[in-house]
């Protein structure tokens, strides 16, 4: 599988830059402030299902594990729904959900200072 990266206007370019949003906001911009945002004793993960997949405290080892076993099973229904224009709503969606995590993460940190 080649991963090529569009460098005129396009689809492929637009696909790219979701990606790459994506991976910033949920791979890694949820992943060190939720992170940052446990070191203080006065914060917990509030999500129930992330309590349970990965424990409480969460560490970093399994929190990026499931980030990168998560985005590479929303690569693989991208990749499956290749021809298709909706296959953008697969980074879009992530890259929404990272940026809220994000928003949501800080405005809790600051809220707690």
């Given at each position: 599988m080649t991963v090529?990266?569009?460098v005129a206007l396009g689809w492929s370019s637009l696909a790219t830059g979701l990606w790459?949003?994506?991976?910033?906001?949920?791979?890694?911009?949820?992943?060190?402030?939720t992170m940052?945002?446990?070191?203080?004793?006065d914060l917990e993960e509030g999500q129930a299902g992330a309590q349970l997949i990965l424990?409480?405290?969460p560490s970093w080892w399994r929190f990026s594990?499931?980030?990168?076993?998560f985005l590479a099973v929303c690569y693989a229904?991208?990749?499956?729904?290749?021809?298709?224009?909706?296959?953008l709503l697969v980074p879009a969606g992530i890259a929404?959900?990272?940026?809220y995590a994000v928003f949501n993460n800080v405005r809790v940190m600051v809220a707690v200072r």
């Open positions: 090529v990266v569009g790459l949003l994506a991976v910033a906001a949920y791979g890694v911009g949820d992943l060190v402030t940052v945002g446990l070191r203080s004793p424990g409480e405290p594990c499931f980030k990168l076993v229904g991208y990749v499956a729904l290749e021809g298709t224009r909706a296959r929404l959900v990272g940026l």
